[in-house]
Structure formats: structure tokens, C-alpha cells
């Protein structure tokens, strides 16, 4: 979990809209979440199994994970703001 935080943490220094865009994958999923009628209690441990998910995905592929989450916003349809 160190070098997870570590590369997001460099990833988010030269990309500054990086939390906007983790912001909004969280929401979409939480979204998605209500929609399905996911018990709220279950949304925390959800979306955190779905982040470590994703970043071992990322690290085995040599992305950064910070990385592959913001192309993972953008697929859902985030802008950069202007």
C-alpha cells in the first residue's frame, strides 16, 4: 500500500486535477452503488477492495495506478477542468 500511495502521490504533483478525477470515479461508483441498491454500509469496503484491485492490475502492467485510474475517469467521462 506504501508504493501505491507513494506513485499516486507523484502522479498527483504533475497531474493537479488528479483528485478531481479520483473524486469523480468515486461518485460514479457510489452511483452505480445506490442504483443497484448496494447497502450503503458496503460502499467503503467496496470502493477500497476496487482500489487495491486496480492497483495491482496497474502494477502488474508497470502503470503507475494513479494513472490508471485518472485513463479510467476519463473513459467514464471526466474533463479536465477548464
Given at each position: 500500500m506504501a508504493a501505491i500511495r507513494?506513485?499516486?502521490q507523484q502522479y498527483a504533483q504533475t497531474n493537479p486535477d488528479y483528485e478531481n478525477a479520483f473524486n469523480f470515479v468515486q461518485e460514479r461508483?457510489?452511483?452505480e452503488f445506490e442504483l443497484y441498491g448496494v447497502p450503503q454500509?458496503?460502499?467503503g469496503p467496496t470502493?477500497?477492495?476496487e482500489s487495491v484491485q486496480l492497483a495491482r492490475i496497474a502494477?502488474?502492467?508497470g502503470k503507475n495506478p494513479?494513472?490508471?485510474l485518472y485513463q479510467l475517469a476519463q473513459q467514464w467521462g471526466y474533463?479536465?477542468?477548464a
Open positions: 507513494s506513485q499516486a461508483r457510489t452511483k454500509e458496503q460502499w470502493l477500497e477492495s502494477m502488474q502492467q494513479a494513472e490508471m474533463k479536465q477542468p
